[in-house]
T-cell receptor
C-alpha cells in the first residue's frame, strides 16, 4: 500500500513570497490533516478535512494560509505571503474515516525555509 | 498552552537495557493516547496506542502504561536496540469533536551499541 505522498520535499523562499505544498493521501482515506512542525516542537494541527469539507481550521492563520481539497483526494496548502516564522516542516497525514482509533499516517513532510 | 508535555528532550540508553520515555497531559478530556516514532527526514510513524479504559498495552518490545489519576503515560522499550534511536512523540486525542491529535515536543532516544 502506497503511503502519504508530499511534494516538494524542500523549499527555500524569501519572506513575502508565496509557496504551495501538495499532498496525496493513502487511497481510500477520507480524512486529511495538515500539520506544522517548528524545530524542537511537536506537530501542530493546521487544518483537518473530511472528504472535501473542512472539519477544523481553528489553528490555521487564515490571513496568510489557505488549504483546499477540491475532489476529496489531493490537497494543497498555500502560504501567501510567507514570514520568517513560517520556517518549519509541513506534514500531511491521513486516516480511514471510520477507523475507531485516531491512528494517522504521515507523509515525509516538506521542509520550508523562509529567508 | 502545551497540553501534552514531554519533559525530557533526550535520553541515552545502552543496547539491551530498558528505555523509559515519559509523557504528561493536562486535559482530562483526552481519552486516547498514541506514541509515534520519527527518523530524520521522515514523517512520524505510529508505534503503539492505549485507550483510557486500559492501563497497559503491550506490543512486542513496546509497552505503554497509562496512569489516568496522574495524567501520565510512559513508553517502555525492552530490550532497546540501536535501530530504536529516533525521536519519540507522545500524542493525545479526545474522542469528541474532530478527534484531533495533540502532540508533545518529543524525546530523542539514543541507543548506544
Amino acid at each position: 500500500e502506497a503511503g502519504v505522498a508530499q511534494s516538494p520535499r524542500y523549499k527555500i523562499i524569501e519572506k513575502r513570497q508565496s509557496v504551495a505544498f501538495w499532498c496525496n493521501p493513502i487511497s481510500g482515506h477520507a480524512t486529511l490533516y495538515w500539520y506544522q512542525q517548528i524545530l524542537g516542537q511537536g506537530p501542530k494541527l493546521l487544518i483537518q478535512f473530511q472528504n472535501n469539507g473542512v472539519v477544523d481550521d481553528s489553528q490555521l492563520p487564515k490571513d496568510r494560509f489557505s488549504a483546499e481539497r477540491l475532489k476529496g483526494v489531493d490537497s494543497t496548502l498555500k502560504i501567501q505571503p510567507a514570514k520568517l516564522e513560517d520556517s518549519a516542516v509541513y506534514l500531511c497525514a491521513s486516516r480511514v474515516r471510520n477507523q475507531p482509533y485516531n491512528e494517522q499516517f504521515f507523509g515525509p513532510g516538506t521542509r520550508l525555509t523562509v529567508l | 498552552d502545551q497540553q501534552v508535555k514531554q519533559n525530557s528532550p533526550s535520553l541515552s540508553v545502552q543496547e539491551g537495557r530498558i528505555s523509559i520515555l515519559n509523557c504528561d497531559y493536562t486535559n482530562s478530556m483526552f481519552d486516547y493516547f498514541l506514541w509515534y516514532k520519527k527518523y530524520p527526514a521522515e514523517g512520524p510513524t505510529f508505534l503503539i496506542s492505549i485507550s483510557s479504559i486500559k492501563d497497559k498495552n503491550e506490543d512486542g518490545r513496546f509497552t505503554v502504561f497509562l496512569n489516568k489519576s496522574a495524567k501520565h503515560l510512559s513508553l517502555h522499550i525492552v530490550p532497546s536496540q540501536p535501530g530504536d534511536s529516533a525521536v519519540y512523540f507522545c500524542a493525545a486525542s479526545p474522542q469528541t469533536g474532530a478527534n484531533n491529535l495533540f502532540f508533545g515536543t518529543g524525546t530523542r532516544l539514543t541507543v548506544i551499541p
